[in-house]
């Protein structure tokens, strides 16, 4: 199974420019204290750093086939 990311939203996107806001969105989130989980990639990570200013971010390990059951 992939990794993947845990992405929690911490400031409010009010007064940010449009694309900050378009960014958090895509991501899934609508408002503070929303959290999503989202694959670990390249394209993901560059829209986490885009707005790394308004989220949290925390990596969830990778599960094996043992935590599946």
Same mark, same amino acid.
């Given at each position: ?11 409010? @996107?009010?007064? $940010?420019?449009?694309? /900050?806001?378009? @960014? ?5 989130? $609508?408002?503070? =204290? ?6 670990? /990639?390249?394209? @993901?990570? =560059?829209? #986490?750093?885009? #707005?790394?200013?308004? #989220? $949290? #971010? ?5 599960? =094996? ?5």
């Amino acid at each position: 199974m992939p990794a993947r990311l845990r992405v929690t939203q911490v400031k409010s @996107t009010i007064s $940010h420019i449009q694309r /900050n806001r378009a @960014t958090v969105r895509a991501l899934g989130l $609508h408002r503070i =204290g929303d959290i999503v989980e989202v694959p670990d /990639n390249p394209a @993901t990570r =560059g829209m #986490v750093r885009q #707005v790394r200013f308004l #989220v $949290h #971010v925390e990596e969830l390990p990778e599960a =094996g086939p043992e935590e599946k059951a």
